[in-house]
């Protein structure tokens, strides 16, 4: 049982001032607590330290982006306690910059688009995918293990990360990789906390690697007509030059430019040098006009805001669409992404609900949104859908939803997650008191 002191043991870092008031009071952030929001290291190592002594359950939040589409998971033992949601969106300093090393520390809290603006006025950059990078932080795109459409190209978030100082449940600080790019192998614990929602510890500072800015960004929007899918996907697969991202787009009009064909149409980005990208588009181009696909559109200057644009579509920042949608992503191998982007459609179509999709052509990942006409419809006849999505893909998780609609989703679908007994094995190590307000199993 978890007792707490009648005093408040935060009172005097406000006092101090080492604990600023939340810039904005986010869903995400419990009603039955309070949000504390630390300006330095040693303020959060305290709130953490005097968390633990007081018995008080907490969690980490960074922009609040991964986390604003449907109520936090609370640990079953935890249920109506007050919580201790901390902020980490404070910590927002570039440390150190090292161009010529091509690494940059920084505070986790720091939002990854300020973060690329820095890096562009020394030409470098992150090639990380991240929804909503305007607030998702940096420390909170590596909680969440967020994996974006250019990862076959530009690798997996983890491989942006060479060290990081971490902040775990009883208060400790703990060093762990380096700050260089050439380092004894070792065991690096900032890797293993990647994914795992601050459930094993919270991201302080981070050691990261930097790569120069690519000379020139181009994104190519095709509408296929009808019977051309097959064709122009192995046309795009057999491009000497490849691109960072292809998607293929059943869909998302209003966030995504592009007229529709019968076929959806195609999204592909490039991102190099004006010889390499000049090439594949004549390549490209080449290709579809034999196909039969005649509308192509080019984007050079709006290139970036586009990509990123295509990233945020199929995760709302809030779920702003009513209680009637509900989004999942779906995780498969490359070569099963269409057939599963097929599935997705025909089985809800069998009960009259339309599906927008985004499918990865090169990672095999599948967003699938659809609309009801209702909760109760969308309820009823989506949801045991969904469910047998999740099981046929590799895994999955919803990105939106209703509350009802994601709390009746995850328990079904847990109810035979086996790989999910890690976690308890993983919080019982890291987190003895078990004060980690988050369930890593329901996200």
Sequence with gaps: MIAHDTLDPFEELVTKGWVRPPESQRPAFPPSGRTLRPNSL???????????HAGFPF??????TRLSNHPLPVAPQLHGQP??????????RVLEFRPMDFTVTVEAGIPLAQLREQLAMRGQTLMLDSPHAQQGTIGGLLASGYAGPRRRSLGYTRDALLGAQLVLADGSLVESGGRVQRQAS??????????AHGCLGAYATLHLRTVPLPETHRCIVATLPEGTRSRVLASIEALPVEPTAALLIDGFMREIPGWEGPDGRVFLAFEGSETSI??????????????????????????????????????????????????IRLWGPPSKAVALRNTVHRQLGEVNLKAETITDLHNGDVYARVKAFGPRALDIAAREIFVELAHEATRASLLGAPAS???RFTIAVNRERSSESL?????????????????RSLL
Aim: hydrophobic share 45%; no cysteine.
């Design 42 to 52: 040693a303020a959060l190592v305290e709130i953490v330290r005097r968390a633990n």
């Design 59 to 64: 969690f980490f939040v960074g922009g609040g």
């Design 83 to 92: 919580t201790i949601a901390i902020a980490l969106d404070g910590l927002n």
């Design 186 to 195: 070792g065991y690096n614990l900032g890797r293993v906390m990647v994914g």
């Design 278 to 327: 000049a090439r594949a588009t004549r390549d490209l181009r080449t290709a579809l006009g034999a196909i039969g696909v005649s509308e192509t559109r080019l984007f050079d200057r709006d290139a970036e805001a586009l990509l990123e644009g295509v990233i945020n579509a199929p995760v709302p920042l809030h779920h702003n669409h009513g209680d009637n949608t509900a989004t």
């Design 405 to 407: 609609f994601h709390d």
């Design 423 to 439: 976690v308890p094995t993983l919080r019982s190590h890291f987190d003895p008191r078990s004060l980690y307000a988050i369930d």
